[in-house]
Antibody, heavy 118, light 110 residues
Framework: QVQLQESGPGLVKPSQTLSLTCTVS??????????WSWIRQPAGKGLEWIGR???????NYNPSLKSRVTISVDTSKNQFSLKLSSVTAADTAVYYC??????????WGQGTLVTVSS | QSALTQPPSASGSPGQSVTISCTGT?????????VSWYQQHPGKAPKLMIY???KRPSGVPDRFSGSKSGNTASLTVSGLQAEDEADYYC??????????FGTGTKVTVL
């Protein structure tokens, strides 16, 4: 069973870029027809899909975040990454990476809290 | 797009059944058979419980079932157990390679 682990700074200053990495173990990120996604959850609130990258490298983003999001993959390290630019306090959340087949999210990382504050 | 609408809370006694609704539009829930449900215990990552409206991943008890009618999907938990107490979120494909989640429902086992 594939396992995912998020990593990155827990504190980001307003207007800067949030950068997170998801390391995949138990399987190759470049094999199979899987989508690798980022999803976030503000404290006490619901889930929000941020975007995903396919094994081919093609990406899809939430329209409400599209102008600020970039998701990329590094197959040599079996990792995929999230960059979210021009962050504000509203971007403070637990960020999850997840993998899924077709249109679902089968396995999730444990999540990492990112706080936007000066 | 707007989040799918779920009731904030639901409850039932052990052994009883509870049903959670997830209401969207014809552009998401009603337009595709790609509704999934996730269980989230406090401080933990969500877990896939139902996909494609009514299919259960391997390892998920058959006490969990899903259905859809029009723009509303439902998750039913039968034979409630203490470990079923958690937050539940629905998700739907919303077209154009986009996804939307529900507002979440807290299930309490009385």
């Amino acid at each position: 069973q594939v396992q995912l682990q998020e990593s990155g700074p827990g504190l980001v200053k307003p207007s800067q870029t949030l950068s997170l990495t998801c390391t995949v173990s138990g399987g190759s990120i470049s094999s199979g027809s899987y989508y690798w996604s980022w999803i976030r959850q503000p404290a006490g609130k619901g889930l929000e899909w941020i975007g995903r990258i396919y094994t081919s490298g093609s990406t899809n983003y939430n329209p409400s975040l599209k102008s600020r999001v970039t998701i990329s993959v590094d197959t040599s390290k079996n990792q995929f990454s999230l960059k979210l630019s021009s962050v504000t306090a509203a971007d403070t959340a637990v960020y999850y990476c997840a993998v899924g087949y077709k249109k679902r999210f089968d396995y999730w990382g444990q999540g990492t809290l990112v706080t936007v504050s000066s | 797009q707007s989040a799918l609408t779920q009731p904030p809370s639901a409850s039932g006694s052990p052994g009883q059944s509870v049903t959670i609704s997830c209401t969207g539009t014809s552009s998401d829930v009603g337009g595709y058979n790609y509704v999934s449900w996730y269980q989230q215990h406090p401080g933990k990552a969500p877990k896939l419980m139902i996909y494609e409206v009514s299919k259960r991943p391997s390892g998920v008890p058959d006490r969990f079932s899903g259905s859809k009618s029009g723009n509303t999907a439902s998750l039913t938990v039968s034979g409630l157990q203490a470990e079923d107490e958690a937050d539940y979120y629905c998700s739907s494909y919303a077209g154009s390679n986009n996804f939307v989640f529900g507002t979440g429902t807290k299930v309490t086992v009385l």
